[in-house]
Every structure is written in structure tokens, then in C-alpha cells.
């Protein structure tokens, strides 16, 4: 199998691990009148974040690949950043969506990919993911009344 595709899983791998901790941290730390709600859509996103890392490292390796998992590879790798601290929960769930967007269209572009390598399988899985985050930002994005 190409090891562009293995690139572009191990990416979503860092991705995955990067956002499933920022969830995290903004799941313990969001304060205000918005708390109960953003308190329980973080930890159903980290949790979502969770399953991801966990399915596409084990695709991966069904494609004799190895996965990312050192938090060294995992920062190296992610193009979504950890989280500043202090964020207000408007600025949390806006960078949310702006991780979410980077994610999307890193997905688009691995679809491509297998796609191309007549890799349905992993096309699937991603085109599963994509649908998945259209959905959180078309959300998200209503929290913040755009």
C-alpha cells in the first residue's frame, strides 16, 4: 500500500490525538452560563476524538503501516494545535471549528488519495469521519449564531 496514504492516516492519528486532549482541557476548564452545555458536547467530542485515533491506527496497521503514538511524532505530525489555555468558551468552540475545518479538508484530500489507490475501504472510513465533522461545525457554528 502507498506510504502517502500511511502519511495521511498517521496524520489523522496526530490530529485525533492533539484534539482529543484539547477537548479535554477545555471540557475541565470552560467557565460561564454556557458550562452545562459545552461541559457535555466536549466530552462527547473527546470521546468521538478517542474512537477515531483507535480506528485509523488499526486500519493503518491493516495496511502494514505503523501508527503514530508518541506525543513527539504526535506534535510533529498534527496540523491542529493544542490548546492555548484560558480560552473563554466562545473562543473554545470557535478554535473547534477551525481545527475541524483543517481536519475536513485534510480528509478531502485523503479520500482523494484512496480514491486513487482503489482503497475503498479507507475512503469509507474517512468519508465517515468527514460526514461526522460537517455536521459538528454546521452545529458549532449555530452555538456561536453564525
Not at 500511511?6 to 486532549?21: D, E
Not at 471549528?97 to 485534510?106: G, N, T
Not at 482503497?119 to 468527514?130: C, N, Q, S, V
Amino acid at each position: 500500500m502507498s506510504t502517502q496514504l500511511h502519511t495521511v492516516l498517521n496524520r489523522q492519528i496526530s490530529n485525533w490525538s492533539v484534539l482529543h486532549i484539547k477537548l479535554h482541557n477545555f471540557h475541565w476548564y470552560v467557565k460561564g452560563h454556557q458550562f452545562f452545555t459545552l461541559h457535555l458536547k466536549f466530552e462527547e467530542l473527546y470521546t468521538e476524538a478517542a474512537l477515531h485515533v483507535d480506528n485509523l491506527a488499526e486500519r493503518l496497521l491493516a495496511l502494514g503501516g505503523k501508527p503514530t503514538a508518541t506525543i513527539k511524532e504526535i506534535v510533529e505530525q498534527a496540523s491542529v494545535r493544542d490548546a492555548e489555555g484560558g480560552e473563554s468558551a466562545e473562543e473554545m468552540v470557535a478554535a473547534i471549528v477551525q481545527d475541524f475545518r483543517i481536519v475536513i479538508q485534510e480528509l478531502k484530500e485523503g479520500m482523494k488519495l484512496a480514491a486513487e489507490l482503489q482503497d475503498e475501504t479507507t475512503g469509507d472510513m474517512l468519508l465517515g469521519i468527514h460526514s461526522g465533522l460537517e455536521k459538528h461545525v454546521w452545529m458549532l457554528n449555530s452555538f456561536l449564531g453564525k
